[in-house]
């Protein structure tokens, strides 16, 4: 009990032996526990752990390690990193974050479907889901329209879940609203990952998690220079609004409203690039970056 409150029930409820090493998958068991952290919380309660002491890189790293686990309970709707004893008291705040591919247009401009255009091997939806699924999102949605069952059944052997949208013709928005209405309700930021920019990472779209978990700001966005990009991130406080939007503007109009509110992620110039026409095609595939 020297260093764990109550080590003996600790122990109990989570079978350790005496003695055994207190990690951070330990800690995030003993939150969602049901007789642990969770002990007597009301059935439909929001629940928001709260992990304190997280000073230091080892003890923000493990800290980090504890949200990252806790939010594989369906339970728990978000872990706040804090020192609570500092003016300043909440360092993050980690919730689970949505990436939604949008990939139901028509690629009129192109001629045929865009998506499904082969780079270095694979589809250009197979690459962004792929950088999707290789960040901290919780999950990747992706939602397919125009020649849909041939969209789906190119990333139907990845875990992402498909989302048909039969209102694609109505423009950009429409994928918008469908994704958003497809999210589960304990999710707190979406990411809107357009299907045409290969060069996305995955690292860029931790880097947007991340800057959100930092700030909680309503829009984070990467720009290159003084030159917004995409993909973005929107919180949850602004998705009624996103829900509003119509015809092709997508989220677009939101950056002006929360202008003094948004992130910004300084990136590279390589993401800047989409695929629009078939000379966007051509240098994709002759290796221009467009910067």
Known sequence: DVHVHRSGLLGQILSLSPGAVVTPDVVASAIVHPLGGRKAVPAGARFVALVNKTEGADRLGDAREIARRALRSESVESVVL???????????????????????????????????????????????????????AGSVFVVVGAEGERVARAVEDRSAQIVFNREWEAGQSSSVKAGLAALPENFGAAIFMLADQPHVTGTLLDALIQRHRETL??????RVGERRANPALFDRTTWGELQQ??????????????????????????????????????????GGDGS
């Open 82 to 136: 804090a020192e609570v004893a500092t003016d300043n008291p909440a360092h993050e705040v980690w919730e689970r974050v949505a990436v939604i591919v949008l990939a139901a247009g028509e690629a009129r401009r192109m001629g045929r479907l865009k998506q499904l255009l082969d780079w270095r091997g694979k589809a250009l939806i197979e690459h962004t889901v792929d950088a999707a699924l290789a960040s901290e």
């Open 217 to 222: 700001a309503p829009i984070v966005s990467p």
């Open 245 to 286: 939007v119509s015809g092709d503007t997508g989220g677009r109009g939101l950056f002006q409203k929360y202008e003094s509110q948004v992130a910004w992620v300084d990136w590279s110039p390589e993401i800047l690039p989409d695929v629009d026409t078939p000379e966007d095609y051509r240098t994709l595939v002759q």
